[in-house]
């Protein structure tokens, strides 16, 4: 059976500095809850606690205890102890979980099947395409999509899930949740907050810091059966959290793309370590085995409705890749004048077909 840990009481814990879960059991192992917080010093250095340890469990920060309690007054707003039954059990088993989760939105979902999807800030067209396409049908076969909120890919993800179900979608950050980082992720953090969730280990009012980032990537994959990394250079976060998911024992999936793209070079890196290829979700659904009752021939339906023998301009349209292809190559491919390759490319972009990026134009895929 677990401890039972009032609110206040988890909030003076977590104020213990190099205070685990695991120094929290074996504590436990040798008193009860209420004599742990009623021992004095001697009785706290006995039970093997450090002076800055018994520092501050005797003299808890106050103030920052009432914030976080005016904090937890809001709708949906909660907080979920280690010992919680509503802690979630994948992120329960890995080495050092956090002490307490702060959590917006719906708590229930952080047992739902997760999958981690993260990448570059800085990704091309493509990239954010496959994220937000990967996200919404992963979560149509109900699988929640877990990341980190960040420009980029991230945000793609978030937004794949949600064209999906309202509720299909996790943000794990590195603030207190009375913050949004980054700002432009306002309506992002709303929208997901309201039937999905938010969640942090940091308390209320902690700005963003760099350290905060690979705390907030060891539970994005944490709470995650396996992780995704669409694209990302070296070294990037993204490998960091794909690191953290090999050491959790979780599976590691990854996109490959060009050989000559930075952006790609972290993918190639962990499919040489042995992460797994993808190059659709269903190998990601057929890998994790995870089902909502439902068959996996939609995934396949869409795959196949991917096919480009309805669309028009097949001759220009064959000489647009999926990287940047310029202007001046698919003039020379096609043998088309220069304004009629412009016109065409024009209205295969009204289509959704292609996109504009720097330099050129990149194939898209069709959902």
């Not at 401890?3 to 500095?17: D, F, H, I, R, T």
């Not at 800055?52 to 205890?65: E, G, N, T, V, W």
């Not at 491919?333 to 009204?350: F, H, K, M, R, Y």
Request: proline share 6%; charged share 15%.
């Amino acid at each position: 059976m677990l401890p039972n840990l009032s609110v206040v009481q988890y909030l003076k814990l977590a104020g213990v500095p190099r205070f685990s879960m695991a120094r929290l059991q074996a504590a436990l192992s040798q008193c009860s809850v209420e004599q742990l917080f009623a021992a004095d010093a001697n009785q706290l250095a006995a039970w093997q606690f450090s002076p800055p340890q018994i520092s501050a469990l005797l003299q808890p920060k106050q103030a920052r205890i009432e914030q976080a309690l005016t904090w937890l007054e809001q709708n949906d707003c909660h907080l979920l102890g280690c010992f919680d039954p509503r802690y979630p059990e994948c992120l329960r088993n890995i080495q050092r979980p956090p002490l307490l989760l702060f959590v917006r939105g719906n708590p229930a979902l952080l047992d739902k099947p997760q999958l981690a999807i993260v990448g570059s800030r800085h990704a091309s067209v493509s990239g954010l395409n496959h994220a937000k396409r990967f996200a919404q049908q992963l979560a149509e076969q109900g699988i929640t999509i877990t990341s980190g909120m960040a420009l980029g890919i991230d945000a793609a993800a978030h937004k794949g899930a949600l064209l999906a179900k309202p509720d299909a979608t996790i943000a794990v950050v590195a603030t207190g949740l009375d913050r949004v980082y980054p700002k432009r992720h306002q309506a992002l953090a709303h929208k997901i907050s309201e039937q999905g969730a938010i969640v942090s280990e940091f308390w209320p009012g902690t700005a963003a810091k760099a350290n905060h980032f690979p705390r907030r990537n060891r539970i994005i994959s944490g709470l995650s059966l396996a992780t995704l990394v669409v694209q990302a250079g070296l070294p990037s976060g993204s490998l960091l959290t794909a690191n953290y998911a090999a050491e959790q024992g979780r599976d590691v999936f990854a996109m490959p793309g060009s050989i000559d793209d930075p952006l790609h070079a972290g993918c190639h890196h962990l499919i040489q370590q042995g992460a797994k290829l993808v190059t659709c979700p269903v190998d990601i659904i057929e890998e994790l085995g995870v089902f909502s009752g439902q068959s996996a021939l939609p995934l396949h339906a869409v795959e196949q409705n991917m096919q480009e023998q309805d669309l028009p301009y097949r001759q220009l349209l064959d000489n647009v890749a999926y990287e940047t292809t310029t202007i001046d190559d698919l003039v020379l491919s096609t043998q088309l004048p220069v304004d009629a390759v412009l016109a065409q490319l024009t209205e295969l972009e009204i289509l959704g077909v292609v996109a504009v990026v720097p330099g050129g134009y990149v194939k898209l895929r069709r959902n």
